[in-house]
């Protein structure tokens, strides 16, 4: 099949969170799998440098953007993949976050960069590009390629589309002036089209008009039907439900691996865990924290923000610090809690390490070196640390929701006695249920020989793409029969 899978960002070109990881991989895995799969990204001036070899292929007119697009192609680095990047200066050419400016705040002209992203991909979908090459499908990823299946729909013919929902709560929200200056259909402002409570809604673009829909894990598909988890969309998404599937997102396990990851000092495997007290030592010196090789060692990595509970960890801090734990933190987000874990960790030095910001090899670096990973989040699409940290033998802490709940088998006396745990499970969203749990985790680690068999059996788990990749294929062709 030709695949033309579009997104926002991709690692290793530009990545600020799980999207770029699955968009890095995913067509890798569909390659490895014989399709004739291409990506398609924005030229973000951050990823011009990452791209290795590019060549001039087209140039587009494309409305919204005064000046011609210029389409570059090269390959994904590390592979074979073919990558398209649209080059629209005026859109893209912006040093730092691709969606944010240097204070934090979204660009004021995303929509209208994200158009003329979207207008351009349409101009390939359609063999407009001189490219000589038409996809079968357009995989579309979150709200910003969601006007790719409503202006697809514009077409007398057109490759058919999946819409995938990585995050739910991000929809690429507008206003009516800024519907206007889109030049979009006034059809589309409508509760059944692009309209959402009197505003311009990308990701509707994608949930009204895609032909299949999925999200990154089978619970995520079920709770983003509910009131609970649907950000008001739900009744829409209630209606396509006969459309929509959950394919969990996979591993990229050439990069995340102890027994080979580059970043790692001291290599391990499930054969041989001696490697992984060598990198908490290594771990505990890098954030200051006392050499205690019998103390379990907690960690996060993540966004700082709300929907990862990071304010439940801070909620319970006090409590935890009475623990012989000592607890290592890697993140950014809302300046609050990042002030608050500052201020924590000078109030807690033995126990409490605290890196502000993001860093790929330092975040390698604490899934190996962790006995156990904490994932408090209240709502979590899919998750990838969790996946990374059952391989590193870090047992993962999480609530009970979306892929989190997929990946996780909790430690109860049945699962320890079955030899199929692999981390612990809450429920509630509140500090003493996640107290509750690391308490729990507390116990276990205590007895080493159980931790240990847990430790292998979520070493054991496999997560990768290749599996992942087989259920989009089989998505692909169904959709296409139909």
């Not at 709200?143 to 299946?149: A, F, M, V």
């Not at 390698?364 to 899919?382: V, Y």
């Not at 990838?384 to 996780?408: C, E, F, H, K, M």
Request: glycine share 8%; net charge negative; proline share 6%.
């Amino acid at each position: 099949m030709k695949i033309l899978f579009a997104s926002s960002e991709a690692h290793p070109l530009i990545k600020t969170g799980g999207l770029a990881d699955v968009s890095g991989a995913l067509p890798k895995a569909l390659h490895d799998l014989k399709q004739d799969v291409r990506l398609i990204l924005p030229a973000y001036a951050d990823l011009l440098p990452r791209a290795g070899t590019l060549r001039e292929v087209s140039r587009l007119t494309v409305t919204g953007s005064v000046e011609p697009v210029r389409v570059l192609e090269g390959l994904l680095p590390g592979t074979e993949v073919p990558v398209y990047l649209i080059d629209a200066p005026r859109c893209f050419d912006r040093p730092g976050n691709p969606y944010t400016g240097p204070d934090g705040s979204d660009w004021p002209d995303n929509a209208l960069r994200f158009a003329v992203f979207d207008r351009a991909v349409v101009e390939l979908a359609q063999n407009r590009a001189g490219l000589d090459w038409q996809p079968d499908m357009v995989h579309c990823n979150d709200w910003q390629t969601g006007l790719i299946p409503a202006l697809l729909s514009l077409e007398t013919a057109h490759p058919t589309t999946v819409f995938t929902v990585h995050n739910l709560a991000y929809q690429g929200l507008f206003d009516w002036a800024t519907f206007q200056s889109l030049e979009l259909p006034y059809a589309w402002w409508s509760m059944h089209q692009l309209e959402f409570h009197g505003q311009l809604s990308f990701i509707k673009g994608g949930l009204a008009f895609a032909d299949k829909l999925t999200t990154v894990s089978p619970t995520y598909a079920e709770e983003i039907r509910t009131s609970a988890y649907g950000c008001g969309l739900e009744g829409l998404l209630q209606q396509r439900a006969a459309d929509l599937s959950g394919i969990l997102n996979g591993a990229d396990y050439s990069l995340w691996d102890p027994a080979s990851d580059s970043f790692l000092e001291h290599h391990f495997s499930r054969r041989s865990l001696k490697g992984k007290a060598a990198n908490k030592q290594s771990l505990q010196e890098h954030f200051g924290l006392p050499n205690a090789p019998k103390i379990p060692l907690f960690a996060h990595v993540g966004r700082l923000v709300e929907q990862k509970g990071i304010d439940l960890v801070l909620d319970i801090l006090p409590e935890l610090m009475q623990r012989p734990l000592q607890l290592a933190m890697l993140g950014s987000g809302q300046s609050t809690l990042e002030t608050a874990l500052r201020t924590a960790r000078t109030k807690y030095p033995d126990q409490l390490g605290v890196q502000i910001g993001y860093d790929e090899a330092l975040a390698h670096r604490i899934e190996a070196g962790a006995d156990a990973f904490l994932m408090p989040s209240r709502f979590e699409p899919c998750g990838l640390n969790q996946i990374y940290s059952l391989r590193y033998g870090t047992l993962p802490i999480v609530r009970r929701t979306g892929g989190l709940a997929d990946t996780v088998v909790d430690a109860s006396y049945a699962t320890l006695d079955g030899a199929s745990a692999t981390g612990f499970q809450f429920n509630s969203t509140t500090p003493e249920a996640l107290l509750a749990t690391i308490d729990r985790a507390l116990s276990l680690y205590d007895q080493r020989t159980a931790w240990t068999r847990v430790v292998k059996t979520a070493m054991a788990q496999d997560f990768s793409w290749k599996r992942s990749a087989k259920l989009y294929t089989q998505l692909y062709r169904k959709t296409l029969a139909a």
